[in-house]
T-cell receptor, first 114, second 110 residues
Framework: EAQVTQNPRYLITVTGKKLTVTCSQNMNHEYMSWYRQDPGLGLRQIYYSMNVEVTDKGDVPEGYKVSRKEKRNFPLILESPSPNQTSLYFC?????????????FGEGSRLTVL | QKEVEQNSGPLSVPEGAIASLNCTYSDRGSQSFFWYRQYSGKSPELIMFIYSNGDKEDGRFTAQLNKASQYVSLLIRDSQPSDSATYLCAVNGRNTPLVFGKGTRLSVIA
């Protein structure tokens, strides 16, 4: 089944404790992206990657890191989480070139930073 | 900063009525336009995309695009309670990331 898989789905952590949210897609998509969604603020892009070893900042990259060492994986790293990073996070992917542009989303990861 | 604006709602319509959702965008070079539906706590799912001026119909859904006015809309005919969700408008240009609006919450009253 074609899918984008995020882990963990739910996490409660404390300020300053490094964490990684993994994202993996099995559709051979070049493009991958991370979003956070907060009430009243909509979906905001954190980082995106057009292909392996190519990453770019989105609208709200502060406090986050990403890497794209393999095509299928695009982990989101919070080196020192803070309470303002409490949010619902979505990973998404799509093919480039000749596609409809449709983004395929993971199921989301709800993160709480105390 | 490219912007996509939507009325946050809630938009309440009776069951069986037409729901009309609107979206404006700031980047005149935008080329692709999408409507996603998102149920509470779930991930967005694509319901319509449109590239050309005019109307595009798919079942009960019609997307309308007017590039001169920088306006895209979604009509839902014969609205059902199961259509109650937040609808996200998203826009991108050639080789630029997708920009989402904040979404319009639709409530269909049985």
């Amino acid at each position: 089944e074609a899918q984008v898989t995020q882990n963990p789905r739910y996490l409660i952590t404390v300020t300053g404790k490094k964490l990684t949210v993994t994202c993996s897609q099995n559709m051979n998509h070049e493009y991958m992206s991370w979003y956070r969604q907060d009430p009243g603020l909509g979906l905001r892009q954190i980082y995106y990657s057009m292909n392996v070893e190519v990453t770019d900042k989105g609208d709200v990259p502060e406090g986050y890191k990403v890497s794209r060492k393999e095509k299928r994986n695009f982990p989101l790293i919070l080196e020192s989480p803070s309470p303002n990073q409490t949010s619902l996070y979505f990973c998404a992917s799509r093919p480039t070139g000749g596609s409809t542009g449709e983004l395929f989303f993971g199921e989301g990861s709800r993160l709480t930073v105390l | 900063q490219k912007e996509v604006e939507q009325n946050s709602g809630p938009l309440s319509v009776p069951e069986g009525a037409i729901a009309s959702l609107n979206c404006t965008y700031s980047d005149r070079g935008s080329q692709s336009f999408f409507w996603y539906r998102q149920y509470s706590g779930k991930s967005p799912e694509l319901i319509m995309f449109i590239y050309s001026n005019g109307d595009k119909e798919d079942g009960r859904f019609t997307a309308q695009l007017n590039k001169a006015s920088q306006y895209v809309s979604l009509l839902i005919r014969d609205s059902q309670p199961s259509d109650s969700a937040t609808y996200l408008c998203a826009v991108n240009g050639r080789n630029t990331p997708l920009v989402f609006g904040k979404g319009t919450r639709l409530s269909v009253i049985a």
